[in-house]
């Protein structure tokens, strides 16, 4: 073999060895990650006194962490663990522990959230929904759940101010009651009488 004949073979070799891999190409192609995207935040948390009183509400904690999912999620997420959040919710709703909470305007947050839940989890039987209508359905899902908080945070607010306004009106009446009996000792006790004088 010549020199001329080596190189030709030489070349062609380091030619083979450097053409890209199309399987390579093929698998950068197909495999494209759902990335999670940031929808939306809740607007109002609970305050951190509330938190505390609600920490014995399993069922309430374990929407609050679902929920909170839904801040950054895709739309293949968001609609697949729609039928599990919804189940949630009306465990939420039959099982308000509280006595403070049991009242109309609560209840109807909760079915506002429980209908926003039912809907998102229909939207994932709709072949043709578009990523853009879950984002608005999960955004709507976020702000009913703030509402929630807004009003869990009002009605708890709303009791501390009565407690402290009858802990006052305790104090005053408690007050208001050892001054009458202040008054009616200083009436109890005998007046001094001039003594009368005798004149000689």
Request: aromatic share 6%; with cysteine; hydrophobic share 35%.
């Amino acid at each position: 073999m010549t020199k001329f004949s080596y190189y030709i073979v030489l070349i062609v070799f380091c030619l083979a060895g450097c053409k890209p891999s199309t399987e390579s190409n093929i698998e950068d192609d197909i495999v494209e990650v759902e990335q999670g995207i940031t929808i939306s935040s809740i607007g109002e948390q609970l305050s951190a006194d509330v938190k505390v009183l609600l920490t014995d509400w399993k069922d309430f904690q374990s929407v609050t962490k679902k929920i909170e999912a839904y801040m950054t999620t895709t739309s293949g997420q968001a609609l697949e663990n729609a039928n599990d959040l919804s189940i949630l919710i009306r465990k939420v709703s039959d099982t308000i522990k509280m006595d403070v909470l049991e009242r109309p305007d609560f209840r109807a947050r909760l079915n506002v959230l429980y209908s926003h839940s039912l809907r998102l989890d229909d939207m994932s039987t709709i072949p043709s929904i578009s990523e853009d209508e879950v984002k608005k359905q999960v955004t709507k899902l976020l702000d009913a759940f703030s509402s929630i908080n807004n009003k869990i945070n009002a009605i708890y607010r709303e009791e501390k101010s009565e407690k402290e306004f009858n802990d006052r009106s305790t104090k005053i009446d408690e007050i208001d009651k050892l001054d009458v009996e202040k008054d009616k000792n200083k009436s109890r006790k005998p007046s001094l009488v001039n003594p009368v004088q005798v004149s000689p």
